[in-house]
């Protein structure tokens, strides 16, 4: 419950800030509304043998994908994001490239307006996973007939696959919008699935020690490859550009499981700023905080700075 308080200030004062500037909100005109950012950021550091300042040779790059799409007829509203983030680094003395940033997530949420207010009866969809495989990276004694270390190598192990874990959100709720930049979801009913590669839950039913060993792997047991949870979840978008050029968006979603652990709180906010220098010239910081108990025990933390090209894409209203 403790780390519900870092992200609820974040958004809490880009909130506050936007409310004393003097911006038109979006007036969520009928018919289709799509955009679609694409990015590619790029860092790089070189040092020739003589360097003596200290430092590795490295080049990282960035790949993110942001697609909208919202649909307005009468009363009804419905609202989608497509979000595609990639990042990959290599540095001179690792044998293996190593991912620096990984998340693929679409989100859609479908409400009915109540009257005339900015209350809406809602639907959410939500599905969360990754892209690439995850690695835990160590070295390795390589030892010789006698027992002997000869070297010491680099050496990598598979703890997460393509879609694995996967999260899937459902459930119906109610909706408070203000624009396509600011709403509020909240879902007292949600049914969340787990999906994980069952290479890592599967174990010897016929070995108890095997069996008695085994930890959930993101909370899916032994010998299964999903988990089933009913339980409350909030999520709040907030979009705004507060000061000329620089945009501050927030992403949080918040998730209590009936079931089990019924005072342990998910959280799972970003906060992305993106600095326009020209049309296609960005700077962005990313920083994002996860608390899930079926992954780990403490606060996760993300946090990317990058320089890069942008392309704006499929925009259309109709």
Known sequence: MKYILLPLLLLGTTITFAQKTDKKKDSLPDGWKSKGL???????????????????????????????VNYKRKKLNWDTKLTAILGLAATKDQVFVRKTTDRLELNSLVGSRIDSSKWYYSGLFNFRTQMAPGYEFFDRQVLNDAGEVIETVQDRKLITTSF??????????????ESNDFKVNVAPATARFIFVNSRFTTVNENDPAAIEA????????????????????????????????????????????YLENTKNVDIDYTLNVAMQVN???????????????????GLQVREVLGVGLKYAFLEWKS
């Open 38 to 68: 694409m990015e590619l950021l790029f860092s790089q550091s070189a040092f020739n043998d003589n360097w003596q300042g200290g430092g590795t040779s490295n080049v990282a790059g960035n790949f993110n994908l942001n697609w909208d």
């Open 164 to 177: 694995s874990p996967a999260y899937l959100q459902i459930g119906p709720g109610l909706l408070w919008k």
């Open 214 to 257: 085994y930890e959930p792997f993101f909370g899916v047991q032994a010998n299964e490859n999903v988990r089933f949870e009913l339980g409350a979840s909030v999520s709040a978008y907030h979009k705004e550009e507060l000061f000329e050029n620089i945009v501050f968006e927030n992403t949080l979603n918040l998730y209590a499981d």
């Open 279 to 297: 049309k296609y010239i960005t700077t962005n910081l990313a920083v994002q905080l996860i608390y899930d108990e079926n992954a780990i025990s």
